[in-house]
């Protein structure tokens, strides 16, 4: 019983009245009751089913809404039953835990609760990346995009129900899903993550979206369960490979490009290095002079015996797309390309070099 009375706790902490089936009812029933009244049992009377318990049984309806002193069900965990022996046979449940089940029936017997009763939880879409070539990868080995959630506050909150969304005009694109067997499938404590793999193949878990992130900018969306109330949402511009963009320190109104660190904190650092994992067929040297104004030279050498199709753009600190320096094939050899920068404000530039599935980004600071 431990369990089911830390999530009561947390259900009063997160609700001001209405009381969700799935993820607090649900697990209590069959949690004491699941022996006898599961799926398959010789009783026919199936707890983990709303539909079911909803239903007349052989002594009635042992629901009955917005009446839970006169429901079976209530009856049935009371010391004085109808019929029959007091319920679960294995002794009796805390009574505080009986009339919280009464609570949730005199509410209504909702299976979802009014949204409109809920708590804005504190979360925040914390870190997202929108290519991702090399830096991580989900359970499968694959290296799919990802968005981050974070939980700033001093509550457990419970995802299930919610939705994401790369489409803020379609906000219920995809449904953060119900758990079937226990209290909830995603829980974040305060101060804990959880990780969404944008791969658009929800088939491969139940952290795998129905979508994937647009590179070249686009928008993601956090809402309650009843599609409409906003969460989190951003819109955000071009992304860079393997460079996560994300809120720094967590939660805050602050974003930065940063080291990918999907299920974790934040940090304030930038991957402008080659990883040394991924074979160097094209080198990108820093600009110079750095700080500049209002022309740099970057310089990058394409390795022995090779001939890749190099590009490099200028990104600003905004993830706006700025300017392309260089697109085309290149040899065996050293080559250098300079920027004007002078019809752009100043401020932090990357010049991101992509070549095949290589990319790296060196960072120069432009100052009038």
């Given at each position: 019983?431990?369990?089911?009375?830390?999530?009561?706790?947390?259900?009063?902490?997160?609700?001001?009245?209405?009381?969700?089936?799935?993820?607090?009812?649900?697990?209590?029933?069959?949690?004491?009751?699941?022996?006898?009244?599961?799926?398959?049992?010789?009783?026919?009377?199936?707890?983990?089913?709303?539909?079911?318990?909803?239903?007349?049984?052989?002594?009635?309806?042992?629901?009955?809404?917005?009446?839970?002193?006169?429901?079976?069900?209530?009856?049935?965990?009371?010391?004085?039953?109808?019929?029959?022996?007091?319920?679960?046979?294995?002794?009796?449940?805390?009574q505080e835990t009986i009339d919280f089940i009464s609570q949730w029936i005199d509410e209504g017997a909702l299976e979802y609760p009014a949204v409109d009763t809920l708590i804005h939880p504190a979360l925040t879409i914390n870190e997202f990346?929108?290519?991702?070539?090399?830096?991580?990868t989900d359970e499968n080995g694959e290296f799919d995009d990802y968005i981050e959630i974070f939980n700033s506050g001093d509550t457990m909150v419970v995802l299930d129900g919610m939705y994401l969304t790369d489409d803020l005009s379609e906000?219920?694109?995809?449904?953060?899903?119900?758990?079937?067997?226990d209290s909830a499938n995603f829980y974040i404590e305060p101060g804990g993550f959880v990780l969404f793999w944008a791969d658009d193949d929800s088939a491969q878990g139940i952290n795998h979206l129905n979508f994937k992130l647009s590179s070249?900018?686009?928008?993601?969306?956090?809402?309650?369960?009843?599609?409409?109330?906003?969460?989190?949402?951003?819109?955000?511009?071009?992304?860079?490979?393997?460079?996560?963009?994300?809120?720094?320190?967590?939660?805050?109104?602050?974003?930065?490009?940063?080291?990918?660190?999907?299920?974790?904190?934040?940090?304030?650092?930038?991957?402008?290095?080659?990883?040394?994992?991924?074979?160097?067929?094209?080198?990108?040297?820093?600009?110079?002079?750095?700080?500049?104004?209002?022309?740099?030279?970057?310089?990058?050498?394409?390795?022995?015996?090779?001939?890749?199709?190099?590009?490099?753009?200028?990104?600003?600190?905004?993830?706006?797309?700025?300017?392309?320096?260089?697109?085309?094939?290149?040899?065996?050899?050293?080559?250098?390309?300079?920027?004007?920068?002078?019809?752009?404000?100043?401020?932090?530039?990357?010049?991101?070099?992509?070549?095949?599935?290589?990319?790296?980004?060196?960072?120069?600071?432009?100052?009038?």
């Amino acid at each position: 019983m431990k369990k089911y009375i830390a999530i009561i706790i947390m259900a009063n902490s997160l609700l001001v009245s209405q009381i969700d089936y799935h993820s607090e009812i649900e697990p209590i029933l069959t949690g004491n009751c699941g022996g006898c009244h599961t799926t398959g049992n010789t009783s026919g009377f199936n707890l983990a089913s709303y539909d079911n318990l909803m239903s007349p049984g052989n002594h009635g309806l042992a629901i009955i809404p917005f009446d839970g002193a006169n429901s079976i069900l209530i009856q049935k965990l009371g010391p004085n039953p109808p019929f029959g022996n007091q319920m679960p046979q294995n002794g009796p449940l805390p009574q505080e835990t009986i009339d919280f089940i009464s609570q949730w029936i005199d509410e209504g017997a909702l299976e979802y609760p009014a949204v409109d009763t809920l708590i804005h939880p504190a979360l925040t879409i914390n870190e997202f990346l929108a290519i991702n070539n090399s830096c991580c990868t989900d359970e499968n080995g694959e290296f799919d995009d990802y968005i981050e959630i974070f939980n700033s506050g001093d509550t457990m909150v419970v995802l299930d129900g919610m939705y994401l969304t790369d489409d803020l005009s379609e906000p219920t694109k995809f449904m953060i899903p119900y758990s079937d067997i226990d209290s909830a499938n995603f829980y974040i404590e305060p101060g804990g993550f959880v990780l969404f793999w944008a791969d658009d193949d929800s088939a491969q878990g139940i952290n795998h979206l129905n979508f994937k992130l647009s590179s070249s900018g686009g928008q993601i969306g956090l809402f309650m369960g009843d599609g409409e109330t906003t969460i989190d949402t951003l819109n955000y511009n071009v992304q860079l490979s393997n460079i996560s963009y994300g809120r720094f320190p967590d939660g805050s109104d602050s974003w930065i490009y940063t080291n990918p660190t999907p299920g974790f904190s934040n940090i304030n650092e930038l991957a402008i290095d080659a990883p040394d994992n991924i074979p160097q067929k094209v080198v990108l040297s820093p600009s110079y002079p750095n700080p500049f104004n209002p022309t740099t030279t970057i310089q990058f050498n394409v390795g022995d015996g090779m001939e890749n199709h190099v590009t490099i753009q200028i990104i600003d600190s905004n993830g706006r797309y700025v300017d392309s320096i260089v697109d085309g094939q290149f040899k065996t050899g050293q080559y250098k390309a300079v920027w004007n920068a002078a019809v752009y404000p100043s401020g932090v530039y990357f010049f991101q070099l992509i070549s095949g599935n290589y990319n790296q980004t060196q960072k120069a600071v432009y100052l009038k």
